[in-house]
Antibody, heavy 119, light 110 residues
Protein backbone atom coordinates (compact mmCIF):
# COMPACT_ATOMS: atom_id res chain seq x y z
CA UNK A 1 0.00 0.00 0.00
CA UNK A 2 1.36 3.39 -1.00
CA UNK A 3 2.37 5.67 1.84
CA UNK A 4 3.71 9.22 1.77
CA UNK A 5 5.40 10.85 4.74
CA UNK A 6 6.42 14.48 5.04
CA UNK A 7 9.44 15.48 7.08
CA UNK A 8 11.24 18.70 7.88
CA UNK A 9 11.55 21.49 10.45
CA UNK A 10 8.35 22.52 12.17
CA UNK A 11 9.60 26.05 12.77
CA UNK A 12 11.21 28.38 10.25
CA UNK A 13 12.26 31.98 10.80
CA UNK A 14 10.88 34.78 8.60
CA UNK A 15 12.92 35.43 5.45
CA UNK A 16 14.55 31.99 5.67
CA UNK A 17 13.94 28.91 3.52
CA UNK A 18 11.40 26.19 4.24
CA UNK A 19 12.60 22.75 3.23
CA UNK A 20 10.41 19.65 3.27
CA UNK A 21 10.91 16.11 2.03
CA UNK A 22 8.29 13.50 1.18
CA UNK A 23 9.32 9.87 1.44
CA UNK A 24 7.33 7.44 -0.68
CA UNK A 25 6.97 3.81 0.37
CA UNK A 26 4.98 0.96 -1.11
CA UNK A 27 5.54 2.24 -4.64
CA UNK A 28 8.18 3.69 -6.91
CA UNK A 29 8.56 7.39 -7.50
CA UNK A 30 10.06 6.55 -10.90
CA UNK A 31 6.88 6.04 -12.85
CA UNK A 32 5.61 7.87 -15.89
CA UNK A 33 2.08 7.41 -14.58
CA UNK A 34 2.33 9.84 -11.71
CA UNK A 35 3.08 13.37 -10.69
CA UNK A 36 4.12 14.17 -7.14
CA UNK A 37 2.88 17.33 -5.53
CA UNK A 38 2.73 19.67 -2.59
CA UNK A 39 -0.47 21.17 -1.21
CA UNK A 40 -0.75 23.35 1.86
CA UNK A 41 -3.47 24.47 4.25
CA UNK A 42 -3.09 27.50 6.53
CA UNK A 43 -4.72 27.02 9.93
CA UNK A 44 -8.49 27.23 9.62
CA UNK A 45 -8.34 27.86 5.87
CA UNK A 46 -8.64 25.96 2.62
CA UNK A 47 -6.27 23.95 0.46
CA UNK A 48 -3.75 25.58 -1.85
CA UNK A 49 -1.85 23.71 -4.55
CA UNK A 50 1.85 24.62 -4.43
CA UNK A 51 3.31 22.60 -7.27
CA UNK A 52 3.90 19.25 -8.92
CA UNK A 53 6.94 17.35 -10.21
CA UNK A 54 7.44 14.21 -12.26
CA UNK A 55 10.29 11.73 -11.79
CA UNK A 56 11.81 13.18 -14.95
CA UNK A 57 11.82 16.54 -13.15
CA UNK A 58 9.14 18.26 -15.16
CA UNK A 59 7.76 20.83 -12.74
CA UNK A 60 4.71 23.02 -12.46
CA UNK A 61 4.16 25.65 -9.79
CA UNK A 62 1.38 27.87 -8.52
CA UNK A 63 1.90 31.20 -10.31
CA UNK A 64 1.45 33.06 -7.03
CA UNK A 65 4.38 31.15 -5.49
CA UNK A 66 6.44 30.30 -8.54
CA UNK A 67 9.34 32.68 -7.88
CA UNK A 68 9.89 31.18 -4.42
CA UNK A 69 9.33 27.48 -5.10
CA UNK A 70 11.87 24.84 -6.07
CA UNK A 71 11.04 21.15 -6.27
CA UNK A 72 13.32 18.16 -6.78
CA UNK A 73 13.21 14.38 -6.95
CA UNK A 74 15.69 11.85 -5.56
CA UNK A 75 14.86 8.54 -7.20
CA UNK A 76 17.61 6.72 -5.28
CA UNK A 77 15.85 7.53 -2.01
CA UNK A 78 12.30 7.43 -3.42
CA UNK A 79 11.82 10.99 -2.18
CA UNK A 80 10.80 14.36 -3.53
CA UNK A 81 11.37 17.73 -1.91
CA UNK A 82 10.08 21.27 -1.66
CA UNK A 83 12.03 24.46 -1.07
CA UNK A 84 10.14 27.69 -0.38
CA UNK A 85 12.30 30.79 -0.13
CA UNK A 86 11.81 34.03 1.76
CA UNK A 87 9.03 32.75 3.98
CA UNK A 88 6.68 34.98 5.93
CA UNK A 89 3.98 34.32 8.51
CA UNK A 90 1.56 33.82 5.60
CA UNK A 91 3.43 30.60 4.76
CA UNK A 92 2.46 29.04 8.09
CA UNK A 93 0.42 25.99 7.15
CA UNK A 94 0.06 22.24 7.21
CA UNK A 95 2.01 21.02 4.21
CA UNK A 96 0.84 17.85 2.49
CA UNK A 97 2.65 15.81 -0.11
CA UNK A 98 0.47 13.86 -2.51
CA UNK A 99 0.46 11.74 -5.65
CA UNK A 100 -1.51 12.55 -8.77
CA UNK A 101 -2.31 9.83 -11.28
CA UNK A 102 -2.63 10.21 -15.04
CA UNK A 103 -6.38 10.28 -14.45
CA UNK A 104 -5.87 13.65 -12.73
CA UNK A 105 -6.64 12.17 -9.33
CA UNK A 106 -4.89 13.43 -6.19
CA UNK A 107 -5.56 9.99 -4.76
CA UNK A 108 -2.85 9.53 -2.16
CA UNK A 109 -1.87 12.00 0.54
CA UNK A 110 0.64 12.17 3.35
CA UNK A 111 -0.60 12.90 6.84
CA UNK A 112 0.66 16.49 6.63
CA UNK A 113 3.20 18.42 8.64
CA UNK A 114 2.69 21.78 10.33
CA UNK A 115 5.27 24.41 9.51
CA UNK A 116 5.17 27.60 11.54
CA UNK A 117 7.00 30.70 10.39
CA UNK A 118 7.99 32.73 13.41
CA UNK A 119 11.01 34.36 14.94
CA UNK B 1 -6.24 34.98 -11.38
CA UNK B 2 -8.96 32.37 -11.67
CA UNK B 3 -10.95 31.72 -8.50
CA UNK B 4 -12.74 28.44 -7.89
CA UNK B 5 -15.97 29.05 -6.00
CA UNK B 6 -17.77 26.84 -3.50
CA UNK B 7 -20.58 27.47 -1.07
CA UNK B 8 -18.97 28.35 2.30
CA UNK B 9 -21.45 26.23 4.19
CA UNK B 10 -24.38 23.91 3.68
CA UNK B 11 -26.74 21.99 5.90
CA UNK B 12 -28.56 18.71 5.26
CA UNK B 13 -30.84 16.54 7.33
CA UNK B 14 -29.88 12.93 8.03
CA UNK B 15 -31.13 10.82 5.13
CA UNK B 16 -31.47 13.86 2.91
CA UNK B 17 -29.81 14.76 -0.34
CA UNK B 18 -27.45 17.67 -0.83
CA UNK B 19 -25.63 19.00 -3.86
CA UNK B 20 -22.45 21.01 -3.44
CA UNK B 21 -21.15 22.99 -6.39
CA UNK B 22 -17.80 24.09 -7.76
CA UNK B 23 -17.68 27.00 -10.16
CA UNK B 24 -15.33 29.47 -11.78
CA UNK B 25 -15.14 33.21 -11.19
CA UNK B 26 -15.18 33.51 -14.95
CA UNK B 27 -16.50 30.87 -17.31
CA UNK B 28 -18.00 27.42 -17.08
CA UNK B 29 -16.65 24.22 -15.59
CA UNK B 30 -16.53 21.31 -18.01
CA UNK B 31 -15.09 17.82 -17.95
CA UNK B 32 -11.92 19.30 -19.44
CA UNK B 33 -11.18 20.70 -15.98
CA UNK B 34 -11.16 17.15 -14.53
CA UNK B 35 -13.07 18.27 -11.44
CA UNK B 36 -12.28 16.28 -8.33
CA UNK B 37 -13.75 16.30 -4.84
CA UNK B 38 -12.13 15.77 -1.45
CA UNK B 39 -13.54 15.19 2.00
CA UNK B 40 -11.63 16.42 5.04
CA UNK B 41 -12.41 15.98 8.71
CA UNK B 42 -10.59 18.04 11.38
CA UNK B 43 -6.97 17.08 11.85
CA UNK B 44 -6.98 14.64 8.95
CA UNK B 45 -5.58 14.71 5.45
CA UNK B 46 -8.07 15.10 2.61
CA UNK B 47 -9.60 11.94 1.18
CA UNK B 48 -10.45 11.70 -2.50
CA UNK B 49 -14.12 11.07 -3.19
CA UNK B 50 -14.52 11.80 -6.90
CA UNK B 51 -12.09 12.45 -9.75
CA UNK B 52 -12.43 13.17 -13.45
CA UNK B 53 -15.89 14.64 -12.86
CA UNK B 54 -17.75 11.48 -11.85
CA UNK B 55 -15.40 8.58 -11.07
CA UNK B 56 -15.62 7.42 -7.48
CA UNK B 57 -12.35 6.69 -5.77
CA UNK B 58 -11.81 3.20 -4.42
CA UNK B 59 -13.91 2.47 -1.34
CA UNK B 60 -16.14 5.52 -1.66
CA UNK B 61 -19.83 4.70 -1.11
CA UNK B 62 -22.10 5.09 -4.13
CA UNK B 63 -24.18 7.68 -2.32
CA UNK B 64 -21.46 10.12 -3.37
CA UNK B 65 -21.69 11.10 -7.01
CA UNK B 66 -20.16 13.74 -9.22
CA UNK B 67 -21.49 15.53 -12.27
CA UNK B 68 -21.59 18.74 -14.26
CA UNK B 69 -24.71 20.76 -13.48
CA UNK B 70 -25.10 23.71 -15.79
CA UNK B 71 -21.87 25.69 -15.60
CA UNK B 72 -20.55 24.07 -12.44
CA UNK B 73 -19.20 20.78 -11.20
CA UNK B 74 -21.34 19.18 -8.54
CA UNK B 75 -21.00 16.68 -5.73
CA UNK B 76 -24.25 15.05 -4.65
CA UNK B 77 -24.62 13.13 -1.42
CA UNK B 78 -27.73 10.97 -1.36
CA UNK B 79 -28.92 9.69 1.99
CA UNK B 80 -26.60 11.85 4.09
CA UNK B 81 -25.21 10.30 7.23
CA UNK B 82 -23.88 11.89 10.40
CA UNK B 83 -20.29 11.03 9.51
CA UNK B 84 -20.63 12.94 6.24
CA UNK B 85 -20.29 16.10 8.33
CA UNK B 86 -16.96 17.37 6.97
CA UNK B 87 -15.31 19.99 4.85
CA UNK B 88 -15.54 19.33 1.12
CA UNK B 89 -13.10 20.74 -1.41
CA UNK B 90 -13.15 20.66 -5.16
CA UNK B 91 -10.12 21.01 -7.39
CA UNK B 92 -9.95 21.97 -11.04
CA UNK B 93 -7.19 21.33 -13.55
CA UNK B 94 -6.58 24.60 -15.37
CA UNK B 95 -4.22 23.13 -17.97
CA UNK B 96 -0.44 23.49 -18.30
CA UNK B 97 0.01 21.51 -15.09
CA UNK B 98 -1.82 24.05 -12.96
CA UNK B 99 -4.36 23.11 -10.29
CA UNK B 100 -6.68 25.34 -8.28
CA UNK B 101 -8.64 24.30 -5.21
CA UNK B 102 -11.91 25.83 -4.19
CA UNK B 103 -12.31 27.48 -0.81
CA UNK B 104 -14.23 24.53 0.59
CA UNK B 105 -17.75 23.89 1.86
CA UNK B 106 -18.43 23.08 5.48
CA UNK B 107 -21.26 20.55 5.51
CA UNK B 108 -23.38 20.16 8.60
CA UNK B 109 -25.67 17.17 9.05
CA UNK B 110 -28.49 17.95 11.45
Amino acid sequence: QLQLQESGPGLVKPSETLYLTCTVSGGSISSVSYYWGWIRQPPGKGLEWIGSISYSVTTYSNPSLKSRVTMSVDTSKNQFSLKLNSVTAADTAVYYCARMTIRRDWGSWGQGTLVTVSS
Amino acid sequence: QTVVTQEPSFSVSPGGTVTLTCGLSSGSVSTSYYPSWYQQTPGQAPRTLIYSTNTRSSGVPDRFSGSILGIKAALTITGAQADDESDYYCALYMGSGIWVFGGGTKLTVL
